[in-house]
Structures are given as structure tokens and as C-alpha cells.
């Protein structure tokens, strides 16, 4: 599915308001979420476009924070198909992912035991608060 | 109706296609039994998965969630879940609901199987731990479970074949925080490969067990069991699915008929059936099979057949910390787990308890999501970025697996007003929290914001009860050794129907307070080398 030239520009004008830029991150315009982003997003979620679209039909043309807060309160299934489209789209900006600084899986599954052995001797000398139907050999 | 036979000449047929039905067709395949497993679903591989890729994310909340009633694929089955706070998770493929579990692979505690006797609530076993101590150790072993031998919370040194994952930096916080505390915690066991093991390489820590394992790290069945049980001599049929089971004169099941991926209705004959097709496609079945000898179902004398379900109601703390935790990385899998208030302490108010498990906390999709009734602004606009600040890679969850109690009035009913692809009525579940278990959960979650605060939480945030979180699907076909209040014995044959066994989570007598996939394995294993060694005892329909 992709947007015509109106819905892209009614989405346009919603999606810095829902995602306005903030210290290193930009806003959802300067990553790209409007443009070619919104349309990975909604390959990914083709069962998400009917709500999407109806959502931008209901807030063309009014006041975006205003019509949000219509749409959040009276049609939350619209509403959340638009947000986790624009959210899910912005993550998926190389300039979003450049801007969280952080090293994404895979990492290999290194033992850390060495950060922690030395605890673990505490937790075995308090024992275990257990109960008396401990099974000794001979019974239960 | 034309019905086509399917292969004669079986000895067993198992339905579903999960762990129960890998256990049982690998034990019965490798004794030398001729066996078939009608699974409804299909294969998965590593590949077919989202995890690592973009579209992972976005993906997990629809296509890979766990509750059938999103996903919808053909293979599902509808679930009328209005009636019931929580939601039933579960996926119908190769390797049943393992595709999707998080792998927290937890044996129950010897209290577990006397509640009765040690706690005057609901009934005992009719076996005790270490009755089942030698098959959960042989499960363990064979799937490739990871963890550290020695938690004292348990009677028994029982060891591992691979060393724990890493618990990650939210977990020596989170330790350290219980540690202050004086609290029970230990490195957690997972059904999870941490280094290659067979067949599986090694965990990459993308932290999407729950969406399906990219890496074929994880322990589900379709790895641990199905491969080996096929090159056994086991036969798998997929995209096959059982409607009902059929019954001779002498009240001995023959057979199952079956809709296959074309929609043709087929049969398929055996002399002995295994169902194996989780706590809710079970009594769905069952309820189903209708006859003029079995007016109530098969094996439904007791009256017993989908009542008693449980699903361990469950809670989750989350604590945002100051400090960056790397959150996102996986296994989830669990880092940690607590049994420190696990056994009855009655000055709570309450019987039993929870086992905590400490988990990671996903990308940053799932960080900022909306929910519905919330005010857009506290999530949207600035407050977008200030949630993605406190808690991408800076929040953990203690999570809470409580023991609910068996209940008859909880349970699976067949809903003719809903049918799956195959126009078979899909199933309504009524299930309400009991006193207890809301008591439970009130105790346990203020206990888990302790912890998260000893840790040096600087915000806690309360879920007293996920909806989200029916993974554990019990209790409704009990074990027991009076037909009149029970539906099988405790090596899961009916007690009504002598060729006719159950061996997956239905068979709970109560529901233990640890996720129940060790211990469905485990006596899935009893039960099926019972049949085993005793076949030549073992009445059949021919
Ligand atoms: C998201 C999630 C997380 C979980 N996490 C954990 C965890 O961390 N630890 C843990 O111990 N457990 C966990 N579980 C639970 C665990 O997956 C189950 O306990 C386990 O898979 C049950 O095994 P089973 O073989 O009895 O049933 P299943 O695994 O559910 O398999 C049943 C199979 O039967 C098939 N079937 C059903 N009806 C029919 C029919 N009519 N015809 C043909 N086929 C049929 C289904 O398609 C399915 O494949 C989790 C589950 C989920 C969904």
C-alpha cells in the first residue's frame, strides 16, 4: 500500500507533533518518517492500513494536537495504528538508531558468572527459608 | 461423506505437535512403536522469524504474538477470551507453543505436588518430586538447558549440560538489590543454549525468544525432539487437523478424523491415541468427540473435561534505573529468578506463592507504545523522547508467576458460535483470579517494587495483572486415582477410555507457581516410557 501526495501530507503534519525533534534526536520529518519509512513500516504491517488511513482522514485539516486528542479519545484503534506506525517507522531511521548510541544485538552469549560468583556464596550461606517436606532418600 | 484413510498400521497417534507430543513420539519411536502425529500447523525456521531483522518490532505486535486471536493465521484456532482477565497465549506449529516460549526452564518444588497435605487446599499428586526428579533430570539434559547447579531454594543439587547465560548488567543490579534485601535469587535457568548444543548454535542475545528463536538457539520441541523423533521412524503430518476422535463398540478409541491442508477429511487409525495438544486444544477435542456411548465428550464421565483450568495470573514490576543496563540485549529468557517467597507463609494471608523472574525489556518500540485510555501527551509529543530516555535500555522487569488454585467453575467450554478454517467450533474460556491469588499478587508485587528500589530503581512502575500472559494452560484433564474426580491416572491414560492417554498441561492437578513446560516434559516422559515398558499389557483397538 502507499500513501497518496494528500494522505503523505496529512501525515506530514501529525508526525512532529507526535515526535518532535529532542537534544540528538530528530524529529519524525528530519528522520524520514513521513517519506519512504512510513511505507516499510506499513509493509510490515499491511493489517494496520485501514485504521491508518481512516486516522489521517479524521485529522486532516484540523489543529494536530487537538484532533490527536479527539482521535486518542474516540478511536483508539485509529489512534494506535498511527502511533506504532510512526514510532515503529522512526526506529527504523539509521539517523534515530546513530542518535540512541547503543550496540545492537547480536552479542555473543559470553558467561559473566566471574561479575557475580562471589555473591552467590552469600545467597547459598543464607540458605533457603524451605520447608520440612525436603525429600530425604528414603521417603518423599 | 467420503473420508480417505491415511496409513494403516499404526501403533500410536499422537495429536499436536509441542513438546508432550515430541517427547512421546520420540520415546515411542525409538522403542520401536509405529507412530504418527497429526500436527494442525506447520514448520518454522530460524529464518522465517523477525527477530534481528527491521520489521522485528512492528512484527511481534501482530504476525509473531503470541495470543491466536491477533495472529489469526489458519492454523489458529478462535478463543473467546471475553470472559477472562487474562489472554491465552499459545502457537499451533512443529514445536508448539515452544516456537513462542521465553524458555524459563524451571522444575517445581517438592511442596508443589502436596498441597493438600502440607497446605489443606485443592489436592495432593498422585506422585511426588522424586518420583519425577529422574525425568525432569533426563529432559534437561537432552533439550540442552542452561544454568548454575546449587540454588539452595531447592532440596537437590540437580546440574545442567550448558553453563547460564549471562544475567547482563540489569541483573548483577538487580542482584545486588536482593542481596540488600538478604532475598533468595540465582542465576536463572533457561531452556536456551548458551554455548552450540547439537543441533542448536548458540544464543546471540537478540532478546526475541518470545517472537520466535532467529539463531535456533532455543530449546523448542521442533529442535529438541521432532527432528531426532522423525529419523526414528516417527511420521509427522502437518497442516492436518483433528476434528474428532471415533470410538468402537467396545468404547476404544480408533482413530482420529482430519481435515487436511487441501480441506479433504481424512483418518487416520491406531491402535493406541495420545493427545498432546495443550491445556486448552485438549478438552476442545475431547468435548468434541461426541458418540452414543459418550454423550459428554470422551472420557468425560468425571464431568471433569475443560473445568479446573489454570493459568498462573501473572504481575510485572518494571523499575527504570539511572544507570544504562543494556536491557535490550536478550535472552528473554530470564536473567535472574527468586523463589524467596515461594512457600507458604500464612501471616501473608494467602497459600502458596510466585516465582520471580527478572527479564529484559525488549527495543525501543516497546518502550514507548501507546496504551489505549492513556492521555496521548504521556506518551506522544515530549514525552516521547523523556520515556525513551528513562527507560530504553535503563528498565528491567521482575516478573510474577503466581500458583493459582483449581476452580471448577474456571474453564474451556466449546463455542459453536466461532469455528477455525476448518469449521470446527473454536472454544470460550470463563476463568476469573480467585481470593487467594488476588491476595498473592498484592503481596508479591509490593515485594517486587522492594526490590526494584533496594536495586536503586528511581521509578517503579506496577502491572498487577498482565493481560497478556495466559502461556501456562493447565488443570484441565486431571490426574487422579478416582475416575469419579479425575479424568487420568497418573501415567495419563483415561480412565474411561483404556487406549486413550493425555500428556500435556491438561493433566495438572494443580498448577504449581514455576512455568510448567520441565514438568509437562517430564512427566510427558513418565507416562510415555510407562507405555512403553508395559505395551505388552496395554489394551488396543484394532
Ligand atoms: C509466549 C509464551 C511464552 C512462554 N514461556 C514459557 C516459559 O518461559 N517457560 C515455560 O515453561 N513455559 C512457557 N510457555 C508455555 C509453553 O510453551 C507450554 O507449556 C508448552 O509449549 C506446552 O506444551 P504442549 O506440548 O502441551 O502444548 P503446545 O506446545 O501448545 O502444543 C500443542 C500442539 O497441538 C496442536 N494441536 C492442538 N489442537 C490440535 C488439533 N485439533 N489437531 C491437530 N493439532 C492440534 C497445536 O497446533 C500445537 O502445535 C510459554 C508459552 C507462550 C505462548
Known sequence: MTLDAGQRRAFAALADVLIPASGPMPSAAEAGVPDALVDQALGYRPDLSDAFIRALASCSGADPEAALGQLAADSPDQFEALTVLTAGAYFLSTRVKAALSYTPPPRPAHEDTDTYVDMLAEVVDRGFPNRCDRPTKDSR | ?542
Open chain 2, 1 to 542: 461423506m467420503n473420508i480417505r484413510q491415511a496409513p494403516q498400521d499404526t501403533d500410536v497417534l499422537i495429536v499436536g505437535a509441542g513438546p508432550a507430543g515430541g517427547v512421546a513420539a520420540l520415546e515411542l519411536a525409538t522403542r520401536g512403536f509405529r507412530v504418527v502425529c497429526l500436527e494442525q500447523g506447520d514448520w518454522t525456521l530460524p529464518d522465517d522469524f523477525s527477530g534481528g531483522k527491521p520489521g522485528w518490532e512492528l512484527t511481534r505486535l501482530k504476525q509473531w504474538h503470541p495470543s491466536p486471536n491477533v495472529r489469526s493465521a489458519a492454523s489458529d484456532y478462535p478463543i473467546d477470551s471475553g470472559d477472562t482477565p487474562v489472554e491465552p497465549l499459545m502457537f499451533n506449529g512443529v514445536g508448539g507453543s515452544t516456537i513462542m516460549f521465553s524458555g524459563h526452564w524451571v522444575r517445581a518444588m517438592p511442596s508443589d505436588f502436596r498441597v493438600r497435605t502440607l497446605d489443606g487446599v485443592a489436592e495432593d499428586w498422585p506422585f511426588g518430586y522424586a518420583d519425577l526428579r529422574p525425568f525432569y533430570d533426563e529432559v534437561t539434559h537432552h533439550i540442552g538447558a542452561s544454568g548454575l547447579e546449587g540454588d539452595p531454594a531447592y532440596p537437590d543439587s540437580h546440574s545442567f549440560p550448558l553453563p547460564p547465560l549471562p544475567i547482563g548488567k540489569y541483573g548483577l543490579a538487580a542482584a545486588k538489590g536482593m542481596d540488600k534485601l538478604g532475598w533468595h535469587w540465582w542465576p536463572a535457568p533457561n531452556a536456551i543454549a548458551s554455548r552450540k548444543f547439537k543441533n542448536r548454535d548458540a544464543c546471540l542475545r537478540y532478546g526475541a525468544c518470545e517472537s520466535g528463536c532467529p539463531v535456533g538457539a532455543k530449546a523448542s520441541a521442533d529442535f529438541t525432539h521432532w527432528r531426532e523423533a522423525i529419523d526414528a521412524g516417527a511420521v509427522l503430518v502437518t497442516g492436518a487437523r483433528v476434528r474428532q476422535l471415533t470410538v468402537d463398540n467396545r468404547g476404544l478409541v480408533t482413530g482420529a478424523e482430519f481435515i487436511d491442508r487441501d480441506g479433504t477429511l481424512r483418518y487416520q487409525a491406531a491402535e493406541v491415541t495420545v493427545l498432546a495438544a495443550n491445556g486448552v486444544g485438549t478438552p476442545r477435542l475431547l468435548l468434541n468427540s461426541t458418540s452414543a456411548r459418550f454423550p459428554d465428550g470422551l472420557a468425560n464421565s468425571s464431568g471433569l473435561v475443560g473445568k479446573r483450568l489454570m493459568i498462573h495470573p501473572y504481575a510485572s514490576v518494571y523499575g527504570s534505573y539511572a544507570d544504562e543496563l543494556e536491557s535490550w540485549y536478550g535472552p528473554a529468557g530470564q536473567s535472574l529468578q527468586s523463589m524467596q517467597f515461594y512457600e507458604t507463609d500464612t501471616d501473608r494471608g494467602f497459600v502458596r506463592g510466585a516465582k520471580w523472574n527478572l527479564m529484559p525489556t525488549g527495543g525501543p518500540l516497546a518502550q514507548t507504545l501507546w496504551e489505549p485510555g492513556q492521555d496521548w501527551r504521556e506518551a506522544f509529543g515530549p514525552a516521547f523522547h523523556d520515556r525513551l530516555r528513562r527507560n530504553f535500555g535503563r528498565r528491567a522487569e521482575w516478573g510474577i508467576t503466581t500458583e493459582d488454585l483449581p476452580e471448577e467453575h474456571n474453564e474451556v467450554i466449546l463455542d459453536p458460535s466461532a469455528t477455525d478454517s476448518d469449521g470446527i467450533p473454536g472454544v470460550k474460556l470463563d476463568y476469573t483470579i480467585g481470593a487467594n491469588t488476588e491476595r498473592m499478587l498484592e503481596f508479591h508485587v509490593e515485594r517486587a517494587v522492594e526490590a526494584h528500589l533496594a536495586a536503586g530503581a528511581t521509578s517503579v512502575e506496577r502491572i498487577p495483572i498482565v493481560r497478556d500472559s495466559g502461556w501456562h494452560l493447565l488443570g484441565t484433564a486431571r490426574m487422579g486415582s478416582d475416575p469419579a474426580t479425575s479424568v487420568v491416572g497418573e501415567h495419563g491414560r483415561t480412565h474411561d477410555v483404556p487406549n486413550l492417554f493425555i500428556i500435556d498441561g491438561s493433566v495438572f492437578v494443580t498448577s504449581t507457581g514455576v512455568n510448567p513446560t520441565a514438568t509437562i516434559m517430564a512427566i510427558a516422559l513418565r507416562a510415555m516410557r510407562h507405555l512403553a515398558d508395559n505395551r505388552l499389557n496395554q489394551t488396543a483397538a484394532v
